[in-house]
């Protein structure tokens, strides 16, 4: 079963930092993009950020400079380093693939469960 596993949620103060990862679960695939979404009580989920295959990256203008995406090259794993968060970046940040699966010739849109970062002091 093709997953996405994440972890690196947690609190931090006003200021610091906190690294998620994301895993997926699975070989024989092409990954085009994997990114990692936010979604606050009462908002609607937004993207965070995303690396596509190539290397190129996206980020919301509400992040840059602060947060960075990248790729391990030994895994199927995209990271989000975040630094300097501030209270407004609560939420649940929950990670995002499209694949493509040679033996179904199939592409896929997976979901991670979502890990909880809370921004407080």
């Known amino acids: 079963q093709v997953q996405l596993l994440e972890s690196g949620g947690g609190v931090v103060q006003p200021g610091g930092s906190l690294r998620l990862s994301c895993t997926l679960s699975a070989n024989d695939l092409r990954i085009n993009h994997m990114g990692w979404y936010r979604q606050a009580p009462g908002k609607e989920r937004e993207l965070v950020a995303d690396i596509r295959n190539g290397g190129s990256t996206n980020y919301a203008d509400s992040v840059k400079g602060r947060f960075t995406i990248s790729t391990d090259n030994v895994e199927p794993t995209v990271h989000l380093q975040m630094n300097s968060l501030k209270p407004e970046d609560t939420s649940v940040y929950y990670c995002?693939?499209?694949?493509?699966?040679?033996?179904?010739?199939?592409?896929?849109?997976?979901w991670g469960q979502g890990t909880l970062v809370t921004v407080s002091s």
């Open positions: 995002n693939a499209n694949i493509y699966i040679l033996a179904l010739n199939k592409y896929l849109e997976l």
